[in-house]
Nanobody, 129 residues
Framework: QVQLVESGGGSVQAGGSLRLSCTAS????????MGWFRQVPGKEREGVAVITILGVFGERTDYADSIKGRFTISQDNAKNTVYLQMNSLKPEDTAMYYC???????????????????WGQGTQVTVSS
């Protein structure tokens, strides 16, 4: 069973930065799809950034339009860890942020939460104005 552990959330003022980390255990697929999603009460979980790790063939990333140019997803395959660097944070970025992994052999790196079957416990990000 894949396990994901997030860290790095917190409170910050608008314009500030935070970096989230997600370390996966027992995620041994040769092709890995991991992503960051966020959710506020009463709304659906939305995809923020995803990364497809293709081994020697490199990686591919995709971002939600609302955070393009401000957030960057990256990975350290040796540490089985994915990061989300969040800059120029806005109050509307306030949410619970979740790390997710797709267990499919040929995962697609989708921004849709329904494609991910492993989830972390979430870490709260609060941005004040």
């Amino acid at each position: 069973q894949v396990q994901l552990v997030e860290s790095g959330g917190g409170s910050v003022q608008a314009g500030g930065s935070l970096r989230l980390s997600c370390t996966a255990s027992r995620y041994t697929n040769s092709r890995k799809c991991m992503g960051w999603f966020r959710q506020v009460p009463g709304k659906e979980r939305e995809g923020v950034a995803v990364i497809t790790i293709l081994g020697v063939f490199g990686e591919r990333t995709d971002y939600a339009d609302s955070i393009k140019g401000r957030f960057t997803i990256s990975q350290d395959n040796a540490k089985n860890t994915v990061y989300l660097q969040m800059n120029s944070l806005k109050p509307e970025d306030t949410a619970m942020y979740y790390c997710a992994a797709d267990g499919a052999t040929y995962c697609r790196g989708s921004l849709s939460a329904r494609n991910y079957n492993y989830w972390g416990q979430g870490t709260q990000v609060t941005v004040s104005s």
